[in-house]
């Protein structure tokens, strides 16, 4: 147990909602991080917030947004969802954040399927 | 463009013997090294990290080898158990350069 939670487990809903996927750093941490892992593309970045600002941008589709909160918990909320967005949300939380050589410890995940 | 590559997609070794999983890199501004370790249904496992200013580093049964000159890292198991299998991520990163992760290594130790 990474000490990082992630909720829900998994989430079932249909192309062109809007979705919210939330996670809670592990205490201490300062960073959130957001990745998406599909099928054929591995691991991918999406986002750092680092003590409540966003710190690096990495693929992230602009329909998509997320934020930090002043507890440091963080929202990833995803809009007008097709079916290509189905994936894996891994969250991710470090100690520090001002620079990306960190050890960030991950989130069991969430399970997204757009139908 | 795959700036961290894991050329192996599957490793299968017996118990006992070493495990050896390669990792190459074609980025310079990475200068920040991880490997991570993930099960079905669950969210990577850091395992070990190594930074440029090192050539190894060692933790138990697992050691990171780098070799900055070829752009190139490995992760040994010994020994291997049956409990390491896994899929084996490669991740680098920089100073102002997000995580990248290589595609992972499937490693199946048999029993």
């Known amino acids: 147990d990474s000490g990082v939670t992630q909720t829900p487990k998994h989430l079932i809903t249909a192309t062109g909602q809007r979705v919210t996927l939330r996670c809670s750093p592990r205490s201490g941490d300062l960073s959130v991080y957001w990745y998406q892992q599909s099928l054929d593309q591995g691991l991918q970045f999406l986002i750092q917030y680092y003590n409540g600002e966003e710190r690096a941008k990495g693929n992230i589709l602009e329909r998509f947004s997320a934020q930090q909160f002043p507890d440091l918990h963080s929202e990833l909320n995803l809009s007008s969802l097709e079916l290509g967005d189905s994936a894996l949300y891994f969250c991710a939380s470090s100690v520090g954040g001002q620079t990306l050589q960190e050890t960030q410890y991950f989130g069991p995940g969430t399970r997204l399927l757009v139908l | 463009d795959q700036q961290v590559k894991q050329n192996s997609p599957s490793l299968s070794v017996q118990e006992g013997r070493i495990s050896i999983l390669n990792c190459d890199y074609t980025?310079?501004?990475?200068?920040?090294f991880l490997w991570y370790k993930k099960y079905p249904a669950e969210g990577p496992t850091f395992l070990i990290s190594?930074?440029?200013?090192?050539d190894k580093n060692e933790d138990g049964r697992f050691t990171v080898f780098l070799n900055k000159s070829a752009k190139h890292l490995s992760l040994h198991i010994v020994p291997s158990q049956p409990g390491d299998s896994a899929v084996y991520f490669c991740?680098?990163?920089?100073?102002?350069?997000?995580?990248?992760f290589g595609k992972g290594t499937r490693l199946s130790v048999i029993a």
């Open positions: 980025n310079s501004m990475f200068d920040y």
């Open positions: 190594i930074s440029s200013i090192k």
């Open positions: 991740a680098a990163s920089g100073w102002d350069t997000p995580l990248v």
